[in-house]
């Protein structure tokens, strides 16, 4: 809202208030700084028109203050909030919003995001919680919100945040408009100095908030699983849905007694061993407890603990709701009867074993993840093994047989029914192989084979040198560089051992899988997002029955079919976060201010993978919330189906009934609706 003084005290009487001083108001031309080949334009009723065909870096729109000196105050409200309107009539928009205080030369920038997808024509309202330092910095020695300086805004900027898609006609078509602080900011959350600690009660939640699920008592926990038993019994699986969750209302296809990928109307479904479609719909890691809390300070907890303890605050509460310590069978009744209940029919990544063996919900297992013991390449950091160790192919080329002979699962798996398939490995890293080859010692075996294709194409030292650059007196010599060539020539070579590398890698995992369980999926290595290069996408498709991908995103509807060369792809993470319910941070995804905005933001990326013809399902990250701390690596977001104690969000869980009820009708329609229905 930028006009009048007359409108802005109208917007102040319903809640809403300008976001920049009056003398910077309204916005000018000059304050849209389109980027990356982005057109935005301004009309005089404020609405910025934002076009771009292009997803690459910084594409959108950053809007500046009046004066390059000047900074926005937005320390007036609790919310920043902007309406968009997608104007596609064709194309699902995903579109984050930034800002941010500090700068990089006083060392203090921080900035926070947030996101929406949106269906064509659909408006919905872009909102991000303002974290005020003034209000929410925690004391020294303590921990908390990440905080801006909200009196100091540098800009709000409008991108697509971590690109994937290829240049195509408008990406992002949109309207920004109604540009407004909502709500006043809550001065009562501040807490000062020693009165902070401690800020984490018995049950692992935030001390210094309220919440309507927060648990006061060990009798509260008792009371809402009874109630929630309750619920789950009078709300069993979709109607249409068979024993695996595939689709019995739909056509009967070949019934093989196990998952297979087949296409049907010229879009890729997974078919269950019933002989019927299946889109998996899958939460990863389902477990009773995960990322226990590694006690730092001892004056952060309400719970008498020492520096160094790791306490695993979700298992205490489960002890406690279940009325006893050995409650695990109890848990994974229940676990099932929720999946059901949401409408969810797999379980993704790293679920829990006791959970699998059940022989309820259709599953995925993970074989392995990067090892540091063996086929590494040495005193390298490099997340990857070294495939042309013969380790490697003894170790991987084997894995199911091995895993079998020492884990109950994974012996289950091999005739199991309910086992939809296999991954191997979880986001490594692709991009660095060539790197770490030409820098490997002379005897490692990665570099070994290079040389070994060098020499047959080259046949001798100085015919490398003439196409290199280089001067190498012997092959010994040029073993034992460690530098890369700058010409065309390496790096025609190097690129077409990368290929051979990342081939011989799928060759050796599938083998891993399919020597003895021929029946079952190989679902890849879980790379990281869309954005690989050609020789990873032409590997995986040549060796996995499905593809896997992890993408933190807001839509994946416009992601590049022709990367996966005919083969389906499965999304094996993304996630969508708020801050909420006393949690510090809301996740690589954050959307909007509330936990509807967080169901629509799921509702939203299920119905673009839905109608995208090569999308097999989708699997969120992950069961429950992180821990308020952090988990080993920080990362500490409000991400779950379930909360700390177990509680779980209902408006989330509502949202995803809703897709599995509707998705498999919704899939073959094949066109994006305004509801899933």
């Known amino acids: 809202m930028y006009l009048s003084c007359k409108k802005m005290l109208a917007a102040l009487a319903v809640g809403t208030t300008a976001w920049m001083s009056a003398d910077n108001l309204p916005l000018t031309p000059a304050q849209l700084e389109a980027r990356y080949k982005s057109k935005a334009t301004l009309n005089e009723q404020q609405t910025v028109t934002l076009r771009s065909d292009s997803a690459e870096w910084n594409a959108g729109v950053k809007l ?50 947030t996101g929406i997808g949106l269906n064509p024509g659909e408006t919905g309202t872009m909102r991000i919680f303002l974290p005020h330092q003034s209000i929410y910095q925690a004391p020294e020695g303590g921990h908390g919100i990440k905080t801006l300086d909200t009196q100091k805004i540098n800009a709000v900027e409008f991108q697509m945040q971590w690109p994937f898609e290829p240049e195509m ?32 009660d018995q049950y692992g939640q935030y001390i210094h908030a309220d919440w309507p699920e927060k648990i006061k008592s060990d009798d509260q926990l008792r009371d809402n699983h009874i109630r929630e038993l309750a619920e789950l019994k009078a709300a069993p699986a979709p109607a249409d849905w068979d024993q695996y969750g595939g689709w019995q209302a739909g056509p009967q296809l070949e019934a093989t007694g196990s998952f297979r990928t087949e296409k049907y109307q010229e879009k890729w479904f997974l078919v269950d ?103 590494t390449f040495a005193k390298s950091s490099l997340k990857f093994h070294d495939v042309f160790d013969p380790v490697f192919e003894e170790k991987m080329g084997n894995i199911l047989r091995d895993r079998a002979a020492v884990d109950p699962v994974a012996a289950k798996s091999i005739n199991d029914p309910m086992c939809i398939g296999y991954f191997i490995d979880n ?66 070579d190097m690129n077409a051992f990368f290929a051979k590398f990342v081939d011989r890698y799928y060759e050796i995992c599938k083998q891993g899988i399919k020597k003895t369980a021929p029946h079952r999926l190989y679902l890849g290595c879980r790379m990281v997002g869309f954005r690989q290069s050609k020789p990873v996408w032409e590997a995986a498709a040549k060796h996995c029955d499905v593809i896997s991908v992890n ?40 959307a909007g201010a509330a936990q509807s905005d967080r169901a629509a933001a799921y509702t939203r990326l299920a119905q673009g ?27 500490g977001y409000q991400i779950g189906f379930v909360d700390v104690a177990d509680t779980p969000y209902p408006e989330l869980t509502k949202a995803v009934r809703e897709v599995g009820e509707n998705m498999y009708q919704y899939r073959l329609d094949g066109k994006l609706k305004p509801n899933m229905k």
Not at 615 to 633: A, M, N, S
């Open 551 to 590: 993408a933190y995103t807001y839509s994946i509807a416009n992601c590049d079919t022709k990367n996966f060369y005919g083969k389906p792809v499965i999304l094996g993470e993304f996630h969508f976060g708020v801050i909420e319910r006393g949690m510090f941070s809301a996740s690589l995804c954050p």
């Open 609 to 635: 993978a839905l109608v995208n013809p090569s999308l097999v399902g989708i699997h969120y990250f992950q069961y429950r919330d992180q821990p308020l701390t952090g988990r080993w690596d920080g990362e």
């Open 169 to 200: 006609k408008d990406l992002i078509y949109c309207q920004l408009s109604n540009f407004r602080l909502e709500g006043a900011p809550d001065a009562g959350a501040k807490v000062s100095g020693d009165a902070y600690f401690p800020f984490i």
């Open 273 to 375: 061993p019933a002989g019927r479609l299946f889109w998996s719909v899958g939460i990863d890691v389902v477990r009773n407890n995960t990322d226990s809390t590694n006690v730092k300070d001892s004056k952060w907890f309400a719970k008498q603990v020492k520096k160094g303890d790791i306490v695993p605050f979700t298992d205490l509460n489960l002890q406690k709701k279940y009325g006893k310590k050995d409650y695990l069978a109890d848990f994974y009744d229940v676990t099932n009867l929720r999946l059901k209940a949401w409408g969810v029919n797999t379980v993704g990544a790293w679920g829990a074993p006791e959970l699998m063996l059940t022989g309820k919900t259709p599953y995925t297992l993970v074989l392995i993840e990067f090892d540091k013991k063996f086929a």
């Open 64 to 113: 500046n203050p009046a004066d390059k000196t000047a900074k926005w105050d937005m320390s007036n409200g609790k919310f920043l909030a902007i309406d968009v309107k997608n104007l596609s009539d064709t194309r699902q928009l995903r579109l984050t919003m930034h800002i941010s205080s500090g700068s990089k030369e006083t060392k203090d920038l921080k900035e926070i995001n």
């Open 427 to 492: 986001e490594l890293k692709f991009n660095d192989i060539t790197k770490e080859v030409i820098k490997a010692q002379p005897t490692q075996p990665a570099k070994v084979e290079f040389f070994k294709d060098l020499k047959a194409k080259y046949q001798s030292a100085d015919k490398l040198n003439e196409a290199w650059k280089t001067q190498f007196n012997t092959w010994d010599d040029a073993l034992a560089s460690d530098k890369a060539a700058d010409t065309e020539a390496y790096k025609t």
